[in-house]
């Protein structure tokens, strides 16, 4: 496609549930990331991907949120056990590398709320 | 801890004058800059950028400035239209000599500016 893409855009979920949000980032493109922002808040990073590796976890905030990039294109992030303070905007973002220069593009998100 | 901040939550601006969105960082770490714009709806798109050994950076009618000494940079736009009316994201990154993908962005909390004709 043209841009990142996510799904999907809005979900609803139960307290104690599992959750997975796929990203299908720009056709070529080496390096992925995901970010985490909340209502009036800036993006927060949570990790990033060059091509399947798995570059930077640091920014998952417990051993509830994972993500993976098995074939070096789609990503999933799986949240396990969602709790109410999980419930944000979840955004996907890819580059062509990791070089200064390459730009950043953001897909439009993944609302989740958790109920 | 917030590395990053934007401490105007809002700027209003009437259209054809300059609008000034500030930024201020603590990292002394960083060595590259970004201004991303956000649409409702939509994802953050990137703006323009600037690397560490500059002071400044232009592209249109956007230019940014950096102070390093100070931890600060600023965006300019003119002269403004309504089209900018957006929110505004300053980003920061380590990209340097022992730093991290330069996609690892800390971001700050967004400024909206409204432009009005």
Not at chain 1, 51 to 61: F, I, N, W
Not at chain 2, 93 to 104: D, I, L, M, Q
């Amino acid at each position: 496609g043209a841009g990142v893409s996510q799904s999907p855009r809005y979900k609803v979920t139960k307290r104690g549930q599992d959750v997975a949000l796929r990203c299908d980032p720009i056709s070529g493109h080496v390096s992925l990331y995901w970010y985490r922002q909340a209502l009036g808040q800036g993006p927060e990073f949570l990790t990033y991907f060059n091509y399947e590796a798995q570059q930077d976890k640091s920014g998952l905030p417990n051993d509830r949120f994972s993500a993976e990039r098995p074939e070096g294109s789609i990503s999933t992030l799986t949240i396990q056990r969602t709790e109410q303070r999980d419930s944000a905007m979840y955004r996907c973002a890819s580059s062509l590398g990791v070089d200064s220069g390459n730009t950043i593009y953001f897909g439009e998100g993944s609302w989740l709320t958790v109920v | 801890d917030q590395q990053v901040k934007q401490n105007s939550p809002s700027l209003s601006v009437q259209e054809g004058r300059i609008s000034i969105l500030n930024c201020d960082y603590t990292n002394s770490m960083f060595d590259y800059f970004l201004w991303y714009k956000k649409y409702p709806a939509e994802g953050p798109t990137f703006l323009i950028s600037i690397s560490s050994i500059k002071d400044k950076n232009e592209d249109g009618r956007f230019t940014v400035f950096l102070n390093k000494s100070a931890k600060h940079l600023s965006l300019h736009i003119v002269p403004s239209q309504p089209g900018d009316s957006a929110v505004y994201f300053c980003a920061a990154s380590v990209h340097g000599a022992g730093g991290t993908s330069y996609g690892k962005l800390t971001f700050g909390q967004g400024t909206i500016l409204t432009v009005h004709p």
